[in-house]
């Protein structure tokens, strides 16, 4: 199965993890880097998950009333009778639900993520093998320049003057010489430098 990467804003949203175990500690600390409130229930938590700073911990078995206001609900116990109790309870409320080890049960893998500042990269096997999505991740790490993020901002920055000062049909080619000298000096350009090399993309523009 090969599933179409879809990216979704939880900033102000709500997130509930059912289970109290590492898997549902893996899985709430991605679910926090994303800006949702982060629910976790279950009756017990491994040391992991008391000390994970954002999420909220309900000490208590599942009840269906919890699913009410949920946005996003990942079941991540180890009682494959209750994850598919979750699972279901989501499809009938119209939930999107990640059912841990279970892809049948699911209706979206979460997936191995690589984040850098507003860079995100999810990774899928679709369900195949996630050892092989967390060793592509583990790899891209080793590859991402630690300036990679500081220059996003700056190339976000970048957008509203680019608009201004080009046609649509130079932006992309502009903007990926904006990304190119930057990576190569391995930090944002400072403004003389932009605009020394907006000069000199204008002149080889003219027709």
């Not at 804003?9 to 997130?15: F, G, V, W, Y």
């Not at 967390?134 to 700056?154: C, F, K, N, Y």
């Given at each position: 199965?090969?599933?179409?990467?879809?990216?979704?804003?939880?900033?102000?949203?709500?997130?509930?993890?059912?289970?109290?175990?590492?898997?549902?500690?893996r899985?709430?600390?991605?679910?926090?880097?994303?800006?949702?409130?982060?629910?976790?229930?279950?009756?017990?938590?491994?040391?992991?998950l008391?000390?994970?700073?954002?999420?909220?911990?309900?000490?208590?078995?599942?009840?269906?009333?919890?699913?009410?206001?949920?946005?996003?609900?990942?079941?991540?116990?180890?009682?494959?009778v209750?994850?598919?109790?979750?699972?279901?309870l989501?499809?009938?409320c119209?939930?999107?639900?990640?059912?841990?080890?279970?892809?049948?049960?699911?209706?979206?893998?979460?997936?191995?993520?690589?984040r850098?500042?507003?860079?995100s990269?999810?990774?899928?096997?679709?369900?195949?093998s996630p050892?092989?999505?967390?060793?592509?991740?583990?790899?891209?790490?080793?590859?991402?320049?630690?300036?990679?993020?500081?220059?996003?901002?700056?190339?976000?920055?970048?957008?509203?003057?680019?608009?201004?000062?080009?046609?649509?049909?130079?932006?992309?080619?502009?903007?990926?010489?904006?990304?190119?000298?930057?990576?190569?000096?391995?930090?944002?350009?400072?403004?003389?430098?932009?605009?020394?090399?907006?000069?000199?993309?204008?002149?080889?523009?003219?027709?």
């Amino acid at each position: 199965m090969v599933c179409f990467p879809l990216f979704v804003d939880l900033n102000d949203k709500t997130a509930l993890v059912v289970g109290g175990g590492p898997v549902a500690a893996r899985k709430a600390r991605v679910l926090l880097d994303y800006g949702p409130r982060v629910l976790v229930c279950a009756p017990r938590f491994v040391p992991e998950l008391e000390q994970l700073s954002g999420a909220e911990l309900l000490r208590q078995p599942f009840v269906p009333e919890l699913l009410e206001g949920v946005s996003l609900a990942v079941a991540a116990t180890d009682d494959r009778v209750l994850n598919r109790t979750v699972a279901q309870l989501c499809r009938k409320c119209s939930i999107p639900v990640n059912v841990a080890d279970s892809r049948e049960d699911s209706t979206f893998l979460f997936p191995a993520v690589v984040r850098r500042g507003r860079l995100s990269v999810g990774i899928s096997t679709g369900g195949a093998s996630p050892a092989a999505a967390a060793h592509v991740r583990r790899t891209l790490e080793g590859q991402l320049p630690a300036s990679l993020e500081p220059i996003l901002d700056w190339l976000e920055d970048q957008r509203e003057a680019g608009r201004d000062a080009l046609p649509p049909s130079q932006r992309r080619r502009w903007f990926s010489r904006l990304l190119s000298a930057a990576l190569e000096k391995g930090r944002p350009l400072t403004s003389g430098e932009t605009e020394s090399l907006l000069r000199q993309f204008c002149e080889e523009e003219l027709p």
